[in-house]
């Protein structure tokens, strides 16, 4: 063997987990410097070529999952999981809406008894339609939530039957299954597997998402974030991304801090930090740290690893990552909104724990530094599913395959309730 092979070989061998982690530490990936991350994107490709000769054992485990994810997903999901040329809508989301409504089918229909225990949930708002006209109680309590969703409801009313439901437009689901062992017939935007709640599109595919610095009016209009992060996608491909990881939020949730006190250890390696929400008082409530600027869903585009935690509930910002065309590390698995399950863990994203440590996480982060071909691959088919199976249209057909679906089981005739006023 020549001496220089030798010597690289050598070197590989006696790379520790901790190897990349320093080789980062000390590289030049602080700061946002295209040309630094260019040349080290290319001595990273060299490096990534001669350390897969010599895979690093701890590496199996997670190489395994993805071999299995992709087994999977091409034997059962790529069948169930299209477009249907016909009404063009997918059919990736069918399933959902029939998990959701499988407790009331088996119930043998929903009862006014049902929607009357619904009916008691305090702030809960109730919708009918009658002759395609929509109809809504006096009080919401998020007008701008409503009409994030009224904006869909209004747009199918020619399409849709005449029916009524139970709208909850918090962010918490609301009827548990350990409370009540009869299902509870309310539609909620994010649930777990331990409530009965029936998903629904959140209203921030239009608008009424939170009301950052940098978004005065609201989170929402989906059809335009699926512009401008797809521009941005383009304009910072995988190679052209950063080699670190990022997320900027506020602490909704206490599973984010392992992720934020890590960045704070290795800033070269990971930027995440905690922004201000409306519940903010003193830096206590960012973990003794003043909160970050918020930072545009189009700026995270510029990283290659993007991380998701729940917030209260699910966090609307998941589907924004994936259009980066960024690999997006998902974590906790409990917390969903309806598109999620067409998703497959290792398939289209890296799952990690939700009581994920620093050091699990720094390993995740080691796992796609060392494996940046298979990771980009991984970015690539969340970037398509997202693109081609959460289209704008997509949100339509849901609330539409949903409203028909549920009203084919309600047990009595509608009719008009008069407290409701005309939207
Ligand atoms: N967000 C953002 N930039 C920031 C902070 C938050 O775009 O600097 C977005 C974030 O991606 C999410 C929403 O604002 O979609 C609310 O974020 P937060 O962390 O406050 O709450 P979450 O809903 O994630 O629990």
Not at 237 to 260: H, M, N, Q, V, Y
Not at 388 to 398: A, N, R, S
């Amino acid at each position: 063997m020549h001496f220089h092979s030798f010597f690289i070989v050598y070197l590989l061998l006696q790379i520790s987990r901790f190897g990349s982690l320093q080789q980062h530490k000390q590289g030049c990936s602080s700061t946002i410097n295209s040309d630094c991350n260019q040349v080290e994107s290319e001595s990273n490709n060299h490096l990534q070529h001669e350390k897969q000769k010599y895979l690093n054992p701890a590496w199996q485990p997670f190489l395994d999952s993805i071999s299995r994810a992709e087994q999977e997903y091409d034997a059962v999901s790529s069948k169930s999981c299209y477009r249907d040329l016909t009404t063009d809508c997918t059919l990736c989301h069918d399933n959902v809406i029939i998990n959701d409504l499988a407790p009331f089918q088996d119930a043998g229909g929903i009862s006014k008894a049902m929607m009357e225990a619904a009916s008691q949930i305090k702030r809960i708002t109730k919708y009918q339609i009658i002759n395609h006209k929509l109809y809504r109680s006096e009080n919401c309590m998020f007008p701008f939530r409503c009409k994030g969703i009224e904006y869909f409801l209004k747009s199918l009313l020619s399409e849709l039957p005449d029916t009524e439901f139970y709208l909850n437009c918090r962010d918490w689901p609301m009827a548990s299954r350990y409370l009540s062992k009869e299902p509870i017939p309310v539609f909620s935007f994010s649930k777990t597997s331990e409530y009965w709640d029936i998903m629904y599109p959140a209203w921030t595919f239009w608008e009424g998402g939170p009301a950052l610095d940098i978004f005065p009016t609201g989170l929402g209009r989906w059809d335009k974030y699926i512009t401008s992060l797809t521009t941005q996608a383009n304009k910072y491909p995988w190679s052209k991304k950063l080699d670190k990881g990022f997320f900027r939020g506020s602490r909704t949730s206490a599973e984010r801090d392992p992720l934020i006190l890590l960045s704070r250890q290795n800033p070269d390696i990971i930027d995440a930090q905690f922004t201000k929400n409306q519940a903010w008082r003193s830096d206590k409530d960012t973990l003794g740290a003043q909160p970050a600027d918020e930072v545009t869903l189009e700026h995270h585009c510029r990283y290659k690893y993007l991380f998701n935690y729940r917030g209260v509930a699910a966090s609307f910002r998941l589907k924004h990552l994936f259009l980066c065309g960024s690999l997006v590390i998902h974590v906790g698995d409990e917390w969903k909104e309806f598109f999620y399950p067409g998703l497959k863990p290792w398939y289209h994203y890296i799952p990690l724990s939700a009581s994920a440590t620093q050091q699990q996480i720094l390993q995740t982060l080691e796992f796609v530094w060392e494996n940046k071909d298979t990771a980009g691959k991984i970015a690539d088919r969340g970037f398509n599913f997202i693109s081609e199976h959460l289209k704008f249209k997509d949100i339509g057909c849901y609330w539409r395959k949903l409203l028909v679906a549920y009203t084919e089981l309600l047990k009595y005739p509608i009719t008009r309730d008069y407290t409701l006023f005309e939207i």
